[in-house]
Structures are given as C-alpha cells and as structure tokens.
C-alpha cells in the first residue's frame, strides 16, 4: 500500500439467527455467528487491516458481529466506531455518499452492514481488480464475508469504479 492509499473494507455481518416473529433488526447473531465475528477479526489482526474507523449498522447482528471483530483484534489502539441508523437500509449511492463523508486522515475503514449493499458498493466501486474477487462480490458476499478495496483518493473524492478490489475474504472459523 502506498502512503497516500487508503483501505476500505466492506463486512457482512455474521449468521444471525432466523427470522421470527420480532422485527427484522432485532435479530441477533447465532452461535456460529459469534465464532465467525472472531475469525474476521483475527483475519483482520493478521493482516494488518486493524481499522481506525468503523461505521456499523444499529442492526442488532450488525452491532454483534463488530463486538465479536473487536474482541479478536488484539491489545492495539481501539477503533473509533460510530453506530449507525442509516446503515440498516442504506443502498450503494448512500453508503457510497457516507464513505465520502470520512476524514481524510482515516487510512483504514470498516463497514459493517448488510447485503446486498456491502457486495453491490464493493461492485459499484471497484474499477479494477482479480477475477476471482469481481466474481465474489457479482454473486454476493456470504456472512461474516469482507470486500477489501485499496482507494488512492481522499475519501471525499471516492467515485464510483474509483478504486481496487483486492480480495473477498472469508475468515475461517471452527465449528
């Protein structure tokens, strides 16, 4: 990563539990949920992708999953995160409008949200990348799944097809 670059990276949340009889953003994450939520953050540990902003869903499962991501990424500097409303039904232009509004000292940025959003921001932003990912994200992120992008441009600048899809990442978990 050059110095001017900046990583986004775009998480669905983890498997939560079915969908009943409460509203759709009280579910919660189910236990294989939890243990996915942990896998991503020892992935993103060992990548050095710890984030220093994380804008997550006010989604229940949302929220958990992030609590899950945290708790594994180890003893460094805590992100900053801000729990969000409009992340629970934002679609791509939006969320795309809410990455902009980032500060352009922020390097690394985590979105926790939902799909299809997650993997049709990823699409709608990546102007280049390896076959393998642009697939992935065509076909949709699976949970606990994250698009990485590399963006050259401060934040505010981002467009569409304006940045690199690097990988689709899947943390392993155990069951």
């Given at each position: 990563?050059?110095?001017?670059?900046?990583?986004?990276?775009?998480?669905?949340?983890?498997?939560?539990?079915?969908?009943?009889?409460?509203?759709?953003?009280?579910?919660?994450?189910?236990?294989?949920?939890?243990?996915?939520?942990?896998?991503?953050?020892?992935?993103?540990?060992?990548?050095?992708?710890?984030?220093e902003?994380?804008?997550?869903?006010?989604?229940?499962?949302?929220?958990?999953?992030?609590?899950?991501?945290?708790?594994?990424?180890?003893?460094?500097?805590?992100?900053?995160?801000?729990?969000?409303?409009?992340?629970?039904?934002?679609?791509?232009?939006?969320?795309?409008?809410?990455?902009?509004?980032?500060?352009?000292r922020?390097?690394?940025?985590?979105?926790?949200?939902?799909?299809?959003?997650?993997?049709?921001?990823?699409?709608?932003?990546?102007?280049?990348?390896?076959?393998?990912?642009?697939?992935?994200?065509?076909?949709g992120?699976?949970?606990?799944?994250?698009?990485?992008?590399?963006?050259?441009?401060?934040?505010?600048?981002?467009?569409?097809?304006?940045?690199?899809?690097?990988?689709?990442?899947?943390?392993?978990?155990?069951?």
């Amino acid at each position: 990563m050059t110095t001017s670059a900046r990583r986004l990276l775009l998480l669905r949340h983890a498997k939560a539990e079915p969908h009943g009889h409460a509203p759709d953003e009280l579910r919660r994450l189910d236990p294989r949920g939890w243990q996915q939520s942990a896998a991503v953050g020892a992935s993103l540990r060992a990548a050095g992708l710890v984030p220093e902003l994380v804008l997550v869903s006010s989604a229940v499962r949302a929220r958990e999953t992030w609590e899950g991501v945290a708790g594994a990424l180890g003893d460094g500097p805590a992100p900053e995160v801000d729990v969000r409303d409009d992340l629970y039904g934002v679609d791509v232009d939006e969320l795309i409008e809410i990455v902009r509004g980032v500060d352009a000292r922020v390097r690394t940025l985590l979105v926790v949200g939902h799909e299809p959003t997650m993997s049709a921001t990823a699409g709608r932003l990546a102007g280049s990348g390896e076959p393998g990912p642009m697939s992935q994200v065509r076909a949709g992120l699976p949970t606990a799944g994250y698009a990485r992008l590399d963006v050259t441009v401060p934040w505010a600048e981002l467009e569409p097809l304006g940045a690199v899809l690097r990988e689709v990442a899947r943390p392993a978990w155990r069951a």
